[in-house]
Every structure is written in structure tokens, then in C-alpha cells.
């Protein structure tokens, strides 16, 4: 089956400061790429997405990249701020596949220092 | 107001006994889901369901059961087969029939057997 990795586990900035995490994937069919922001102890909500036809997606602070050749998709968080602080998942779907369920990676814990 | 609910928030649990977690949703999707999350860690797929009547074993299905009797519903009984069952549950839903959609989560129930 699918498998997710994400890197790093932990990543502290300065407010203002970028963040990047990175997320590889093992099946080349996949073809959805969701990232989830997770605050504590509440439930993970989609931040932005990337379908397989695309190579990048921008939203106002974040960005989604795409390499399908290297199977690797990656979030940028651009000007940091305190209230960035949260868990991000990232996670592939093959849409066709029966299930359509989405794997997901191990999460980034992001810390914004003000 | 559409969303997925659980419940309970919280749920005790004695070694040796059943319990079951419930999960709701009135977003008329096809699809719903269970994951577990474990203290940093990602989610894991327990079992997936695609529409009524039916579900598939995740990665971790050992231990839990679920039914599917109503679109809405796709209850969660951890059995006391499952050894460590103490973790964050999350049940989330997802339109089927539609390729590459948003996934919505519930709010989690937190187990802890004591």
C-alpha cells in the first residue's frame, strides 16, 4: 500500500520566518495531496490541497509544491505567526483505488517563537 | 448546521470491556472512515467504509469492529481483543463518489483504559 514519510517530526522558527515541511510518497498513482493543520486536542482541518495535474498551489501565506517525478510534495508557510503553531499532516489518496482512503504522514509539530 | 459528531469526548475504559465510539454525519457523504492517533504520531487507518452495508479492514483493524447500517452512522467498538487501546480516535467522512474531495473530521474521542 501507500506510505507517507514527512520531515522533520519538529520545527521551531521566529515569527516572520518561513517554514517548510517536505512529505515523500511511495505509490506513483497517487494523485490527491491534502495537508491538515491540527491544533491540540482538536481535529485536523484541510489547509490547502494539490491535485497530481498541477505542480504548485498558493494560497495567500502557504504554498503546496509538487514533484511527481520524485514523488515528494512539499508545504511553505511564508511570514510566520504565533497562531501557525499546530500539527501538520500531510497525506496521498489514489482517487480510483477502492477506498479512495488517505494515507497520511507521521505530522511536523511547528513551533512559531514570537 | 452540517458537520460529523463523536461522541463521547472523553471515554474510561476498564481492562476487559467493549466500548463503543460513536460517529455522525449529515454532510450526506458515501464514505467514512476511522483513524487512531497516538501522542506524536500520525493516523492510522482502522477501517473505511464506502457505503452502507460495507467496510474494509485499515492498517490496524485488529482488536475494533464497526457497522455500517445507516449512511450517517459508522460506529466504532473497541473489543478487549485490542491490546493497547488507550489513543485519540477521529472519524472522518468524504463524498465517494467524487474524486480527490475534501476529507471532514470529527472532533475526537479520547480513550484511556484505566
Not at chain 2, 455522525?24 to 473505511?48: K, T, V
Not at chain 2, 481483543?81 to 463518489?97: D, I, V
Request: hydrophobic share 30%; charged share 20%; glycine share 8%.
Amino acid at each position: 500500500g501507500e506510505n507517507v514519510e514527512q520531515h522533520p517530526s519538529t520545527l521551531s522558527v521566529q515569527e516572520g520566518d518561513s517554514a517548510v515541511i517536505k512529505c515523500t510518497y511511495s505509490d506513483s498513482a497517487s494523485n490527491y495531496f491534502p495537508w491538515y493543520k491540527q491544533e491540540l486536542g482538536k481535529r485536523p482541518q484541510l489547509i490547502i490541497d494539490i491535485r497530481s495535474n498541477v505542480g504548485e498551489k498558493k494560497d495567500q501565506r502557504i504554498a503546496v509544491t509538487l514533484n511527481k517525478t520524485a514523488k515528494h510534495f512539499s508545504l511553505h508557510i511564508t511570514e510566520t505567526q504565533p497562531e501557525d503553531s499546530a500539527v501538520y499532516f500531510c497525506a496521498a489518496s489514489i482517487s480510483w483505488r477502492a477506498g479512495n482512503m488517505l494515507t497520511f504522514g507521521g505530522g511536523t509539530r511547528l513551533m512559531v517563537k514570537p | 448546521d452540517g458537520g460529523i459528531t463523536q461522541s463521547p469526548k472523553y471515554l474510561f475504559r476498564k481492562e476487559g470491556q467493549n466500548v463503543t465510539l460513536s460517529c455522525e454525519q449529515n454532510l450526506n457523504h458515501d464514505a467514512m472512515y476511522w483513524y487512531r492517533q497516538d501522542p506524536g504520531q500520525g493516523l492510522r487507518l482502522i477501517y473505511y467504509s464506502q457505503i452502507v452495508n460495507d467496510f474494509q479492514k485499515g492498517d490496524i483493524a485488529e482488536g475494533y469492529s464497526v457497522s455500517r447500517e445507516k449512511k450517517e452512522s459508522f460506529p466504532l467498538t473497541v473489543t478487549s481483543a485490542q491490546k493497547n487501546p488507550t489513543a485519540f480516535y477521529l472519524c472522518a467522512s468524504r463524498r465517494g463518489e467524487v474524486a480527490n474531495t475534501e476529507a471532514f473530521f470529527g472532533q475526537g474521542t479520547r480513550l484511556t483504559v484505566v
